[in-house]
């Protein structure tokens, strides 16, 4: 979602004639884009803008703004703590940003981190690079209010742009050439606008000549109905690879999240998909050591992963997020068995995913060339529609082909093929 907010945002400022620069120290204005999503992605802000001060010092006409959900969530910590950031936009204002930066807009800070309850930015159309897969988000905001994520209050409630302008926005990528798009949301499946539903959003974009593969991210277990998982086993040009959050695996500690889902339910949706949907690959998000999480608990979780066994999963140690319902719980997990009970999951995701991995081999597959393998430039990358990395010997094809490409080992994370005929 931020990648696709920065190109909103460059789309903004070029129609406004401002030209990219090749580095910061060559730039006249420095945006971050910013999440609040974890602690560590805040750190990281702070250390970006204490490096950047510098500029500021040696050129005061240069221009330093924070936008996003740090904008959003930390101004006033901004503001008392780097003095020298001139604007702090949050995600519903950047339609101002060209106004804010007109010569005569003479006030000391430019803040504005107003939440808007309309605001889709449904006209305006992001400046991408060249690429294979596009970025395009169909909604904002969020209403699910889970304890541990502050998202609704640093992007506000949810809405959903028309189907209409998604459509355009997806025929106008395939005149750019991209031949894959990736629709985001915070919650995908909740999307709703004038009575029309997520599955057919898909169903409209995948009637769009040029484009070959489509994604999404991120779907909510309570959402995921039986129209969605129909257009995944119908429509070939919809991805047999869902991103399905658990989260957890204890049904007391789903519900001190408020995930609104049980155990059984989860399991009885994946096991749904499973078999309904040729050559699924589910990858998840799950979180270790949330305030009141019990070894029995945890266990629990691991219970999940053995059955489902995912493809993939993105594994966190839970990050306290002032101003979220579970920064107010006091039964903290100790750091040390966070840990323990993060290493304990990454060893058994790593098992699933090696496993799973060594099940294609042999297999025929198609696979999307996205760029030279990083470790040979005689060789390259792609993905095949389940989402898995593919490295394979070049044979004359481009980034952006599709080529028949069958699989002869599996290593972690990576599969590796030789082209057929």
């Not at 500029?55 to 959003?72: E, N, S, T, Y």
């Not at 028309?162 to 915070?186: A, M, P, Y």
């Not at 040029?210 to 995944?232: C, K, M, N, V």
């Not at 408020?258 to 589910?282: S, V, W």
Request: net charge negative; hydrophobic share 35%; with cysteine.
């Amino acid at each position: 979602m931020n990648e696709y907010d920065s190109e909103l945002v460059a789309g903004l400022l070029e129609k406004e004639n401002y030209l990219r620069a090749d580095s910061s120290a060559d730039a006249q204005l420095i945006l971050l884009n910013t999440c609040s999503v974890r602690e560590h992605a805040e750190d990281r802000v702070h250390a970006r803008l204490s490096n950047l001060k510098h500029l500021k010092d040696k050129d005061p006409q240069v221009k330093i703004g924070v936008l996003g959900c740090m904008a959003q969530n930390l101004k006033e910590e901004l503001l008392e703590s780097k003095p020298y950031v001139d604007i702090i936009l949050g995600p519903d204002s950047y339609r101002k940003l060209p106004e804010l930066l007109k010569p005569d807009h003479e006030t000391e800070h430019m803040v504005d981190t107003k939440l808007s309850r309309m605001e889709v930015y449904d006209d305006l159309f992001p400046a991408r690079r060249e690429g294979i897969n596009a970025w395009i988000s169909i909604m904002r905001g969020c209403d699910k209010f889970c304890t541990f994520c502050i998202v609704p209050f640093t992007r506000g409630r949810e809405r959903s742009r028309s189907i209409e302008s998604i459509v355009e926005e997806v025929r106008s990528i395939v005149k750019d050439g991209f031949k894959e798009v990736t629709l985001l949301g915070q919650n995908v499946n909740s999307f709703q606008h004038e009575g029309q539903r997520f599955h057919e959003l898909l169903q409209a974009v995948s009637a769009i000549d040029g484009i070959e593969r489509i994604r999404y991210t991120s779907p909510h277990p309570q959402d995921f109905d039986d129209e969605l998982i129909a257009i995944h086993r119908d429509n070939h040009k919809v991805c047999n690879h869902i991103h399905f959050p658990l989260q957890a695996g204890s049904d007391p500690v789903l519900k001190r999240m408020n995930r609104t889902y049980t155990k059984q339910h989860f399991l009885d949706l994946a096991h749904r998909m499973r078999e309904q949907i040729p050559g699924l690959c589910l990858s998840t998000d799950m979180i270790v050591g949330f305030p009141g999480e019990s070894n029995e608990d945890f266990e629990q979780t691991l219970d999940v992963m053995r059955q489902v066994r995912f493809d993939t999963a993105f594994t966190f140690k839970y990050s306290s997020r002032p101003g979220t319902k579970a920064a107010e719980y006091e039964d903290t997990v100790p750091e040390a068995e966070k840990q323990d009970r993060l290493e304990r999951m990454i060893t058994l995701q790593r098992q699933h995913t090696l496993e799973r991995n060594r099940e294609h081999v042999g297999e025929t597959v198609e696979v999307l060339v996205e760029k030279n393998s990083k470790k040979s430039e005689n060789q390259h990358q792609g993905r095949t529609r389940s989402n898995k990395i593919v490295i394979f010997d070049k044979a004359g094809e481009n980034p952006g082909d599709i080529v028949k490409t069958e699989i002869i080992d599996a290593q972690g994370h990576t599969l590796f093929g030789k082209i057929v005929s």
